[in-house]
């Protein structure tokens, strides 16, 4: 008997554990993304200013397992303690751990995921050049590349991305997914010339010095094998991130590096680099409450962190729930 081909569309942690599992069951699993490598939400930001070398983990900030399994994943991608006991990140940055999760499977990288076509048993995967695709805008008339037949397809999107790509097949998903929440987060990524008078990490209480703008802030050069030079992560809280959401950078940086001084209690220094990063989808509010969807007589299935709660370890939960769903 020939292995099953299946398609994995999205190779953040959900996917990668489901591509993982799929292959561990003899499957051939094609892995494609529209981001330039693995990680989606485990991500990584570089940059270089005044002749150093500069980096943010600008999506997840640490991982925690609660699984035995989650634990043993974490250890097998490298990685390493940070902060409080508990709490992991990837070395020398998040997207380490896909990275290396990543290793050894069939990944499509840079390819936008258009549209389904063919049938149960037989599915059609079409996908665009990522960089021809613009958020927001209508997909270019360009014609998409098409591969398959895949015997099964597997769905690791964030449920407004998803959405799309399933209705056609199972017009009752979209309206499962529409009861999903997830926050958006406005991340500011700077760095500065001398070190802050800050600890390594702050969650800020409501009501606090910054008025509630920052969720979490971290001094990423405090974690393990990161450059030296002082790097500050500032994630606004949900409220602040959906109240401020369609501004611009520009607006966004100075507003939330003033709340970062707020809680320093000092004007801080320009900053000798800034970035922002606006996150739509960031750590789930209203979750699905099933670990994964999957119908069977469709061959397709969709998972997530979306599916269970808003941590990494509930995409590598839901990934695997739809492995063990598509290949029992
Ligand atoms: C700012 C922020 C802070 C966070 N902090 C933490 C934390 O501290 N601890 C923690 O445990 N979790 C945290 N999380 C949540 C954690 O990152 C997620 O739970 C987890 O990474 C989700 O994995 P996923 O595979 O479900 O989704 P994603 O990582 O979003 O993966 C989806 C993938 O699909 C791809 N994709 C989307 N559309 C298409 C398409 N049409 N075609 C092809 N590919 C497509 C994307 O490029 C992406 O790679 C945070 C997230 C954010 C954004």
Known sequence: MTAPRIAVIGAGLAGLACARALAARGARSRLFDKGRAAGGRLATRRAEAAGQALQFDHGAQYLTARSAA?????????????GEPGRFVGAPGMSALPRALARGLDLAAGRHVTALAGRPGAWMVRHLDAALVRPGMPLPPDPPAEEGPFEAVAIA?????????????APAWPGLLAGVRLAPCWTVMAAFAARLPLPDSLRPALGSPDGGAIGWAARDNSKPGRPAAECWVVQGSPAWSRAHLEQTPAEVMPALLAALGALAGTDLPAPIHAAAHRWRYSLVEAPL????????GLRLGLAGDWCLAG??????????????????
Request: charged fraction near 15%; proline fraction near 15%; include cysteine.
């Open 70 to 82: 989650f634990a043993a994943l974490l250890a097998e991608a490298g990685a390493q303690p940070w």
């Open 311 to 328: 941590r990494a370890e509930a995409a590598f939960e839901s990934g695997l729930a739809l492995a063990d769903a598509l290949l029992p």
């Open 289 to 296: 409450g099933r670990p994964c969807l999957h119908d069977p």
């Open 157 to 169: 999107l964030p449920p407004d991305q998803a959405a799309p790509l399933v209705a056609p097949q």
